[in-house]
């Protein structure tokens, strides 16, 4: 194995120990972690197997492996990105309808208070 795998499987070591911790404290979600445990792995399996992903970089016409890695995790970030935009609206909406049902409620307990 070179540096550059020795490496790469020790960040996939510690990142899925951080993981692991940050769910076993429940610093986040079941489902959010499944998208997470699967980082570490493809690192393992880029770190032991590297040809595959060296063969695909020369295939698409990339000069070096690390430009075709960079390009990779800039494209799963911006998709990240755009998924938790999704979850933020979401909760954004959900959060307005729970203020105006509060609002509601507020509203009928306090007129069911001065009827009495």
Known sequence: MT???IEMSIAAVLLLILIIASLKKNHISTK???AWLLLP???LLIAIFPEPLTVLSNWLG???LSNFIFLIAIALLIILCFFLTVVISHQQTQITKLIQEVSILKHKE???DKQK
């Open 3 to 5: 540096n550059i795998q």
């Open 32 to 34: 959010s972690s499944i």
């Open 62 to 64: 990339f000069e070096t």
């Open 110 to 112: 306090h007129k069911n």
């Open 41 to 43: 792995i493809v690192f």
